[in-house]
């Protein structure tokens, strides 16, 4: 179910199983545990043309502290085009920008230092990027404004990247505007499923990628904005014993910090980001 704003715009909550003065209560405590964690996240930004680090909170996302270069790349790779937080071991990843044979690396976020653990095995395409994990498959989607759709997997050591099938919303059209990604229900419980939201900066809107290894596109709703550029996006899964109860959905859009309506596509402007970030990666442990 749609549920009221939790920082400023709509989030999302497991849909309620009845309508009973019981439920209602369960419903209203869903929405308010989801109001408390959001109220507090630590959101690590990808900043200086993906050679930083940085961290803001994002009701006061023009204070930005921890600011680090990112060291360590190699192979070619002088930047990062995109970062996630994997939920298998909690770390933050980064890809690469070596078009020909990106790097794939853990990062520690308070200082930057990058460790190449594999490198894409299919050539990079295009100028923005979306980079997020799939915590169902142990996967990493990389996708991108040429409507390119890669599945990097993490299951085996130096398995090869497959390429998935072209972005579109109506086969054979490519989606040409695709620069962000974010899957929902970060948690290891083995009975959530997950679902993978893009944003399009051509079409301004929100949609739903599935089946994602098809590249099948579905719009949910419009943002409201005209977004412009390299988007960080990226969607925040609350927990209760171990399994997601709600999501939070964030981007990084023209210099400022948004929340997404993931069900509606509405971007509700949170402020500026006190930093050029161009990807924004929420840690799945908060402290």
């Known amino acids: 179910m749609a549920v009221a704003p939790v920082l400023a715009g709509a989030s ?6 009845a309508t009973s003065d019981s439920s209602s209560a369960s419903d209203r405590n869903l929405i308010n545990a989801v109001r408390s964690v959001a109220a ?6 990808l900043s200086d043309g993906g050679t930083k680090l940085v961290q803001f909170n ?3 996302p023009g204070k930005v502290t921890n600011r680090v270069a990112v060291t360590g790349l190699t192979g070619g790779d002088t ?3 995109g970062i996630d937080y994997r939920v298998q071991d909690g770390a933050l990843y980064g890809v690469g920008d070596n078009a020909a044979s990106a790097g ?3 990062i520690n976020p308070s200082t930057g230092v990058a460790t190449q653990v594999t490198r894409l095995t299919v050539a990079l395409s295009g100028t923005s990027f979306g980079v997020d994990f799939n ?4 996967a990493l989607r990389v996708v991108s404004d040429t409507g390119q759709n890669l599945r990097q997997p993490f299951a085996t050591a130096g398995a090869a990247t497959v390429a998935d099938g072209t972005l579109s919303y109506a086969a054979p059209a490519v989606a040409t505007g695709v620069a962000g990604a974010a899957y929902t229900n970060n948690d290891l419980d083995a009975n959530s499923a997950t679902t993978l939201f893009v944003l399009d900066t051509a079409l301004d809107q929100i949609a739903i990628q599935s089946p994602a290894n098809a590249g099948t596109l579905a719009p949910t709703g419009k943002l409201g904005l005209d977004a412009v550029g390299a988007t960080g996006f990226d969607i925040y899964s609350v927990l209760r014993n171990g399994s997601s109860i709600g999501s939070v959905g964030l981007a990084a859009v023209n210099g400022s910090l948004y929340e997404i309506g993931l069900l509606n596509g509405t971007a ?5 980001i006190g930093a050029n970030v161009t990807d924004i990666a929420v840690p799945l442990v908060q402290r």
Do not use: F, M, Q
């Open 40 to 45: 507090k996240l630590r959101v690590v930004g």
């Open 135 to 138: 915590p169902a498959a142990n």
């Open 12 to 17: 999302s909550v497991a849909p309620a199983a």
């Open 58 to 60: 994002p009701t006061k």
């Open 104 to 106: 794939v690396y853990s």
């Open 268 to 272: 509700t402007p949170l402020g500026a």
């Open 79 to 81: 930047a990062l085009i």
